[in-house]
């Protein structure tokens, strides 16, 4: 038998008392306890939003270790649409545990991968016969996207944009914009070129939205003259609705217009869906919303509901360009993943969870509406479906982002167990990704707590109500 002391501590009952070390601060909570051990034992280089801290969760809630309850509006990065532990999906792992939790794909064929891959190709088809790639996160599903592509094509260049994120290995972390998420960790993937995203908030200048993505379309076809041929570029990558970037949604006319750009030159068009897709923005993929079918797209977080699995989907003959072994891994679609997957995907069904991303999305929206109407340090809010931010900034300039408001308004909503986090290449934006199964009671006090601390930070910087 083990017994557990005040100090968290186990021993076993019948060894002789000793002395606690007297170097040790028994004064912390269990939070800031196992804090300082995260920072004792693990690289500074692993980001670290708060000092929140889990030992258990359910739904749109997460217990500390110290049994606060927190209301999560972070949702593990996007990760949990479908809720933490959704009794189906636990209940599928559990099964699959039991029965096998690893052979390799490349080794030994199992039903859960195939099922997996058959059900995406029904639910995301690219336009005629599609087929499925599954990896383990977001980045991997980056990295093999390229491959595939510059074997389709027998090109090199990838065409990317300002504020993307898609991961943090070599090919993604040079397609990413931020440079702060990568310090020293050059040379870089060559033969990787950047446009600026079309961000009609920022540099829309006061034209019409129909005259900024002209004006951005224009710029597209000058690059292909200044900057890299288009018969050398394999793929242009793009995120819908850019997550890290701080949820700027890409106009419509300019994504059809990119689209039409690809078709001309022969170039793929991969689509970034890592954080945008499983009903996030109140349908299964972002372009949904736009009309536009992609070559091939990339796909995490919410698949699994927690547990690491990706996907690139394709259009069949791309899929197929790609050499014998030249795409997967040792790991890729984990039988136990796969079976999180597939239950996930069957509950998502089930509470229809592209309605909950609209529904959640509709209080979101309204709620920051109103906020933007009082304080002038909010100069955006956008979003498509529950996939929403706020953005501050100063004097009501897009120019002169605010993140010191950003961090106050997240620091002051975790002291009030709200977690929320920050995005924007200069952290001036916070968004929101609760999970869609949150209730209407829960997912209002989260914002009451929001507008309540805001009006503190903001209180001196009041808009006129219009």
């Known amino acids: 038998m083990c017994a557990i002391d005040q100090t968290g501590l186990a021993h076993a009952h019948w060894l002789p008392k000793f002395s606690l070390p007297s170097h040790l601060d028994y004064s912390m909570t269990k939070s800031q306890d196992l804090i300082a051990r995260r920072k004792a034992a693990i690289p500074l280089g692993v980001g670290m939003f708060n000092d929140a801290t889990a030992v258990r969760a359910s739904g749109a809630t997460i217990v500390d270790a110290d049994g606060h309850e927190l209301i999560d509006f972070a949702g593990g990065i996007g990760v949990v649409n479908a809720g933490h532990c959704p009794a189906p999906v636990v209940k599928a792992i559990q099964e699959q545990a039991a029965r096998f939790l690893h052979v390799s794909f490349n080794v030994t064929s199992y039903e859960p991968y195939i099922a997996l891959c058959e059900r995406l190709n029904a639910l995301l088809p690219h336009g005629g016969p599609t087929k499925t790639l599954l990896i383990n996160t977001g980045a991997e599903a980056v990295e093999n996207a390229i491959k595939i592509a510059r074997q389709a094509t027998r090109r090199q260049g990838v065409l990317c944009f300002t504020d993307a994120f898609h991961g943090r290995t070599l090919m993604a972390m040079t397609l990413t914009s931020k440079v702060q998420y990568k310090p020293n960790c050059g040379p870089f993937a060559p ?276």
């Open 191 to 466: 033969e990787v070129y950047r446009t600026q995203f079309p961000n009609f908030y920022r540099y829309g200048a006061g034209r019409t939205e129909a005259d900024f993505v002209k004006a951005q379309l224009h710029c597209l076809e000058e690059l292909a003259h200044t900057t890299v041929a288009p018969e050398h570029l394999a793929a242009v990558i793009i995120e819908v609705v850019q997550g890290e970037g701080g949820f700027n949604v890409v106009p419509a006319e300019y994504l059809r217009g990119l689209r039409a750009f690809c078709d001309r030159h022969g170039i793929l068009l991969i689509l970034d869906e890592v954080q945008s897709g499983f009903g996030r923005t109140g349908a299964w993929s972002a372009y949904e919303h736009f009309d536009v079918i992609p070559d091939l797209s990339t796909w995490a977080k919410s698949l699994g509901s927690g547990m690491p699995i990706a996907a690139v989907v394709g259009k069949a003959e791309v899929m197929d360009a790609a050499g014998p072994s030249s795409i997967g891994g040792t790991y890729i679609g984990n039988p136990v993943s796969c079976a999180a997957a597939l239950a996930t995907l069957n509950y998502m069904e089930e509470i229809d969870i592209n309605a909950k991303g609209r529904h959640v999305g509709e209080i979101v929206r309204t709620r920051f509406e109103g906020w933007k109407k009082t304080y002038a340090q909010i100069g955006d809010v956008r979003g498509l479906g529950a996939m929403m931010a706020i953005e501050f900034v100063k004097e009501g300039d897009p120019q002169q982002p605010d993140a010191e408001t950003a961090t106050a308004l997240m620091t002051a909503c975790a002291r009030r167990h709200l977690v929320v986090i920050t995005a924007g290449t200069e952290k001036n934006i916070i968004r929101v990704l609760s999970p869609l199964v949150i209730g209407d009671a829960l997912l209002n006090t989260g914002l009451d707590i929001m507008e309540e601390e805001l009006a503190q930070i903001c209180g001196a910087g009041l808009a006129e109500v219009s």
